[in-house]
């Protein structure tokens, strides 16, 4: 007797355990059968968790929420398991510090990982309110898609006889040296093709959801008042430092903020997250803002974190922000995201209008240059040489 009951009970959960798929299309409607000519019985919206009753070829028979019943296609939705990588990924950066933030452009899915052909899941709307967690760069190309190979430069041509042909007492009066021979060979050949690259933002909505974005359907909140002073660099982050009276200024109680600003080249694939501090105050006395400090170039990463710190009079304000104590940089290659092998803390902090270096890291600060900058800069000034 025991045995039946123990039976009937595992039957019963076995029953219960239903197996869920959850809408990634923005809306699709359910019909009543799988035809040319259908009827609509219900409609479902992305992140909507529907329960599988029937499989057919490429349909699925469904019920919602509110017991409607009917087949919508299977590439409208994604399983329990990708699902569950959205809500792990969500719970892993629930904590995670805030390097920036941001507005969506136009309506867009969220990635589980960097890359146009990795799985997608929620859609956001447009306008909406990001926090931004995490940069990562990854190749731009269509899925199974490689880079062109390169040709190879031609080597001399020989005589038909497959012997090389004896060059005249002229020509070999004109031969060039081994040195300067080689040196024609490398300007010869095609240089390689660079691999298109596209930078992404792993983002966090009002709503906890979690997933990664290109960075070109994101606008980086930045004041216009101090992006104007970009000069041709990419704000990454735009932080307020402190804030200053000025009693002209048309901003809320006349008071207005100096900001410390991250800023990049505009280029996609950079292993570093910025090039540039830059610190903006406002003149008084002239009703603008004004540089006070700037460090380039760089190999800077995120976050830039702006703080206070004791001093005897009370307090001061304070930036932090990460380099590369090397070029030594290791790209992720799950996500792309650039790892420096050994990082460094600078601190600065705002005294007197003036920014002064503390903390426990007064060491020198290494410039770092774009990848080739210098290379592109010696092989400019040995072709002047020739000239």
């Given amino acids: 007797m025991l045995s039946l009951v123990f039976a ?49 070829r490429r349909f699925l028979k469904v019920k919602t929420d509110k017991n409607e019943i009917g087949w919508l296609e299977e590439r409208a939705v994604i399983d329990a398991d990708e699902y569950k990588i959205f809500q792990d990924l969500a719970e892993q950066h629930q ?9 969506l452009r136009d309506d867009a899915y969220l990635h589980v990982s960097p890359g146009r052909s990795t799985d997608r899941f929620y859609l956001l709307p447009e306008a909406d309110k990001l926090q931004l967690l995490v940069r990562a760069s990854v190749p731009k190309v269509a899925p199974g898609a490689t880079a062109a190979p390169v040709k190879k430069a031609s080597a001399p041509s020989t005589a038909a006889s497959g012997k090389a042909s004896q060059p005249s007492a002229k020509a070999s009066a004109e031969k060039p040296t081994k040195d300067e021979d080689e040196s024609k060979v490398v300007e010869e050949q095609p240089a ?23 960075s070109g359907r994101v606008d980086v909140d930045v004041p216009d008042e101090v992006g104007q002073y970009a000069e041709g660099q990419r704000i990454v982050g735009a932080y307020v430092l402190m804030k200053v009276t000025d009693q002209v200024a048309d901003v809320p109680n006349h008071q207005v903020s100096e900001y410390v600003t991250a800023m990049s080249p505009p280029k996609s694939g950079l292993p570093f997250d910025f090039d540039q501090i830059r610190v903006f105050t406002w003149s008084v006395k002239r009703h603008r803002y004004e540089t006070a400090f700037r460090v380039r170039p760089i190999q800077g990463y995120l976050p830039v974190r702006v703080g206070t710190q004791p001093t005897a009079n009370g307090t001061e304000p304070v930036f932090s922000f990460q380099i590369a104590s090397t070029p030594d940089v290791a790209i992720d290659p799950n996500t792309g995201i650039a790892r420096p092998a ?46």
């Fill in 192 to 214: 390689q093709p660079e691999i298109p690259m596209e930078d992404w933002w792993l983002i966090r909505d009002a709503q906890g959801r979690v997933g990664w974005l290109t």
């Fill in 8 to 56: 009937a009970s595992c039957k019963r959960l076995h029953k219960e355990k239903h197996e869920m798929v959850y809408v990634s299309a923005r809306q699709m409607y359910l019909h009543d059968r799988v035809a040319a000519v259908s009827n609509r019985v219900g409609q479902v919206s992305n992140g909507q968790a529907l329960e599988v009753l029937e499989h057919g």
């Fill in 95 to 103: 904590k995670d510090f805030v390097v920036a933030t941001g507005t």
């Fill in 342 to 387: 050994n990082l460094r803390t600078i601190t600065y902090a705002m005294r007197d209008n003036m920014v002064r270096r503390v903390g426990p890291d007064m060491g020198a600060i290494p410039t770092m240059h774009l990848p080739g900058e210098k290379a592109k800069a010696k092989a400019k000034a040995a072709k002047r040489k020739r000239k």
